[in-house]
């Protein structure tokens, strides 16, 4: 198991990813699409439901291993 030494923490807004829901680590670059099933891609640490809804997803880049979190899933919701 691979433990990054060092931490590095990025958060994307749910409105910048592409509509296919791939994006680029913020890090290295990296693309990432979290339909792909292969993980070797990315590693997902965490996910964050309310109401049913995907609120915030926690995943770590397989090849820099930058947590990145993806937020704002819920646009329609004024918090
Ligand atoms: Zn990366």
Do not use: R, W
Request: hydrophobic share 30%; glycine share 8%; net charge negative.
């Amino acid at each position: 198991m691979k433990k990054p030494e060092k931490k590095c923490e990025h958060t994307i807004k749910a409105m910048c990813i592409e509509s296919d829901g791939s994006f680029n680590c913020p890090q290295c670059g990296m693309s990432i699409s979290p339909d792909d099933v292969n993980d070797d891609n990315y590693q997902i640490m965490d996910t964050k439901v309310v109401n049913d809804e995907l609120a915030e997803l926690v995943i770590a880049c397989g090849k820099c291993g930058c947590i990145i979190k993806l937020t704002g899933f819920q646009q329609g919701f004024d918090a």
